[in-house]
């Protein structure tokens, strides 16, 4: 059974958005802020060993607030026995985050707008306005360091991490991440992924001794906590600043591919594919993207054809299943295979199949 208690002076930031948020919930009937965590309510602009406890306590879900008069009561983190946070438990609401698969993306979403034309001027001072243009200005110039740099506003130390780390649980036991599924996103340990190595090192992670798998997981969950928290918790590919916890809305995914990677390729690969620098969490929205096409130019590209065939009534493909986005097997597109599946597949005359590529070759060349 979870505790219910004020963390001390750690928590004064915490109970005082819960107590706000239910204020604004009352102000407005609605329920929307309660639901939710957004990355300025939660995190400092630097998250350090000093007030990581504060960061925790603002993540944890809340006991409800009761306002009557000038008395607040309720509010408080709940924590489990041992005074830890559960990652399952931080409240969040997926209908804040916009639309960006293939078959639901749409500019009459402003905040998407701004993302698919970045080039457009953006008058709102909502940050969510700024961030989505950033987001959107990295990926059409297929900038993978200022799509990073725009979806992690948070800047987070590696002690700070490590310790939010070993106060984070998951499930209804409470269990440690070093002790479930979490350290091991991303596939490291299975034979469909065989082939990835510990960063730095010619050695495979499936043929390293229990010893040094142990020790490299346990860096692992750091890393993975330590992404998470740069990008405040939030989906690195969406304009919306609300906080995602891993899991199934939200998942962790490497920013290039294994296959081109020195783990598949050797010397004439970019890189290590499991090294930190290649973590990025994303909602599940954003996955589907993701998993069809690992190019975020391309990934860009196809948001914007779907933008045009939603206005113009024509059909995209349906998004893939979870099952599909779990096959190891699965085959990701070019860039080019994407947008001629995705402007012909569902076309129903040859027409608007021809408008729809029409179309893709235009967004393709700038014109």
């Known amino acids: 059974m979870a505790s219910r208690r004020m963390a001390g002076s750690a928590d004064y930031k915490g109970r005082l958005n819960a107590v706000a948020s239910q204020l604004l919930d009352d102000l407005k009937g609605t329920d929307r802020y309660s639901k939710s965590r957004f990355i300025d309510e939660v995190f400092p602009e630097h998250v350090t060993l000093e007030n990581a406890d504060e960061t925790l306590m603002a993540l944890a879900a809340r006991t409800p607030v009761s306002i009557s008069g000038n008395q607040v009561s309720g509010g408080e983190a709940i924590l489990d026995p041992k ?9 969040t609401n997926p209908s804040e985050l916009s639309h960006t698969a293939p078959d639901a993306v749409t500019s009459a979403d402003p905040k998407m707008r701004a993302l698919l034309n970045p080039d457009e001027a953006v008058t709102s001072a909502n940050p969510e306005y700024a961030r989505a243009q950033k987001i959107g200005r990295a990926m059409q110039a297929n900038d993978q360091d200022a799509y990073k740099k725009a979806g992690m506003p948070i800047e987070v130390d590696d002690d700070a991490a490590a310790y939010i780390a070993g106060q984070l649980v998951r499930g209804k036991a409470n269990t440690p991440l070093r002790s479930n599924g979490f350290v ?28 040094t798998q142990g020790a490299y997981l346990d860096q692992r969950r750091n890393a993975l906590v330590g992404q998470w928290l740069r990008q405040g918790g939030a989906s690195i590919a969406n304009p919306s600043t609300v906080i995602v916890p891993p899991g199934q809305l939200s998942h962790m995914d490497h920013v290039r591919s294994l296959s081109s990677s020195t783990d598949t390729l ?3 690969g970019w890189g290590y594919s499991d090294s930190p620098a290649n973590f990025s969490y994303l909602d599940a929205e954003a996955n589907v993207h993701s998993k069809l096409n690992y190019d975020i130019q391309s990934q860009h590209n196809l948001m914007r054809l779907a933008d045009f065939m939603r206005q113009n009534n024509m059909t995209a493909p349906a998004r893939l299943s979870q099952s599909q986005l779990g096959d190891p097997n699965r085959k990701r597109l070019s860039g080019e295979e994407a947008m001629v599946r995705q402007a012909t597949d569902k076309a129903t005359d040859v027409m608007s199949g021809g408008e729809a590529l029409l179309k893709a070759l235009q967004i393709v060349n700038g014109l």
């Open 184 to 211: 091991k996103s991303g596939g490291v340990g299975t034979d469909s992924r065989g082939q990835i190595l510990i960063p730095g090192t010619n050695q495979r992670f499936n043929d390293a001794d229990k010893k």
């Open 266 to 268: 050797g010397e004439g």
């Open 83 to 91: 005074g830890r946070v559960n990652m399952d438990s931080i409240p």
